[in-house]
C-alpha cells in the first residue's frame, strides 16, 4: 500500500485534491495531512480514511512514496526538499518550483506515446489546468488543419488565489451593497462587479505570475508541435471557473461540422447557446479563415456573447489535472 503526504491539505487546492484521490485507484493509500498551524488538528478524511491534520515536522516524510504541495509557494519552498531527501516522489501544484532545474510539467491527456520521463527528475509539475484546455484544444485542432496563429483571454476566478481571495470577493460585495468601504488585502482593487486586467501595487495575488505559469506550461506540452500562443489573463468577479475567449487563425478553410468535432474535446459539451451567439464558428478576415472560440468556461461563468450560464464545466483536479469544459 502506498503512503501519500498532502502538504496544504486544508487549501482550496488540497480539498480538491483530496476528493480526486478518494475517486482514484489510490484511494486505499494511507494519507497523511500537512498544513501550517492555523489548520493543524483539524479533523478530514480521505476516501474512507479519517484522519487529523498534521504539523510539518522533520520526520512528516518518512516512508512516503509520493508527496503533493498543495498550499502556498513559500510552504513549498520550504520543505519539498526534505520531502526528496526522505526518498518520496514530489508533485507541486502551488507553482513554486517551475523554475527547479529539471522538473518535468506533464498532462498525460495531450503527451504522445512517445513522451518519455525523467526517472530521476526532482519533481513533477501537472500543468495548469488552464495550459491543459488550450493544449487540448490545439492538440485537436491541428489534427484537422494547420493553425497558423492563436490568441486567448483568459478570464481567471477568485478561487485561483486561495480562500482569501474569494472570502474579499464576497465581503466586497457585500459592502459595496451596503455603501461601505472595501477590503483590498488580497487584490488592492475593487474585483466585485469588476473586470481587472490589473491589480493595486500593494495587492497579494499577481495576474502576471498566473499567466506566465499558463504561457510557460502551455509552451511545454506544445514543444514544436503548435504556434506560440498569444494569451492576456483578467480577474473576473467569479468564485470559481476559467473562461476562455479563443481566436484561432487557420491556414485553411474547414467545414464548420469538422471544426465542432476538431474543437470538442474529451468530456467536454457544446453550449446550448452556441448557435444562438455564433460560438465555434469561421469567420473570415480578409482572405484568412479564422475560428472564434466562444468561450470554455464553468461554474456559472457568464457568456459574454449570448449572456447565458455554464454550470460545472471546465473543472480541473489533481493529480493528472483532468479539465471538463463546454466550449461555445
Not at 500500500?1 to 482514484?24: C, F, P, V
Amino acid at each position: 500500500m502506498y503512503k501519500i503526504a498532502i502538504a496544504g491539505a486544508s487549501t482550496l487546492l488540497g480539498k480538491e485534491l483530496k476528493e480526486a484521490l478518494s475517486e482514484s485507484p489510490m484511494a486505499a493509500a494511507d494519507f497523511v495531512l500537512l498544513d501550517q498551524e492555523e489548520a493543524l488538528g483539524t479533523l478530514d478524511q480521505v476516501g474512507d480514511e479519517v484522519t487529523f491534520v498534521q504539523p510539518i515536522a522533520a520526520d512528516a516524510f518518512e516512508k512516503t512514496d509520493f508527496t503533493f504541495f498543495c498550499g502556498s509557494a513559500d510552504l513549498t519552498r520550504k520543505h519539498w526538499k526534505e520531502a526528496l531527501t526522505a526518498g518520496s516522489s514530489v508533485l507541486d501544484l502551488s507553482g513554486a518550483l517551475d523554475e527547479e532545474t529539471g522538473v518535468l510539467v506533464r498532462a498525460p491527456w495531450v503527451e504522445t506515446e512517445a513522451s518519455s520521463a525523467d526517472l530521476f527528475t526532482p519533481a513533477v509539475i501537472p500543468a495548469h489546468s488552464a495550459a491543459l484546455v488550450l493544449a487540448l484544444i490545439m492538440e485537436r485542432l491541428h489534427q484537422r488543419a494547420p493553425v497558423r496563429s492563436v490568441a486567448a483571454t483568459l478570464l481567471l476566478p477568485a478561487s485561483e488565489f486561495g480562500r482569501a481571495a474569494m472570502d474579499e470577493l464576497h465581503q466586497q460585495t457585500i459592502n459595496l451593497l451596503s455603501f461601505q468601504s472595501l477590503p483590498r488585502a488580497k487584490f488592492d482593487a475593487q474585483s466585485a462587479y469588476n473586470m481587472l486586467s490589473g491589480l493595486g501595487e500593494n495587492a497579494a495575488a499577481s495576474l502576471i505570475g498566473v499567466e506566465a505559469r499558463v504561457r510557460q506550461h502551455y509552451a511545454r506540452l506544445a514543444g514544436n508541435r503548435w504556434q506560440p500562443l498569444a494569451l492576456q489573463t483578467i480577474l473576473a468577479p467569479v468564485f470559481h471557473g476559467h473562461t476562455f475567449s479563443i481566436a484561432v487563425e487557420l491556414e485553411r478553410a474547414m467545414e464548420i461540422a469538422a471544426l465542432e468535432e476538431a474543437s470538442s474535446c474529451d468530456g467536454a459539451e457544446r453550449c446550448a447557446g452556441a448557435a444562438a451567439c455564433g460560438g465555434g464558428r469561421t469567420e473570415p478576415v480578409g482572405d484568412e479563415p479564422v475560428l472564434a472560440l466562444g468561450g470554455v468556461g464553468q461554474s456559472a461563468a457568464a457568456c459574454a456573447e449570448c449572456g447565458g450560464v455554464r454550470d460545472g464545466a471546465a473543472q480541473a483536479a489533481a493529480p493528472g489535472q483532468r479539465a471538463v469544459g463546454k466550449l461555445h
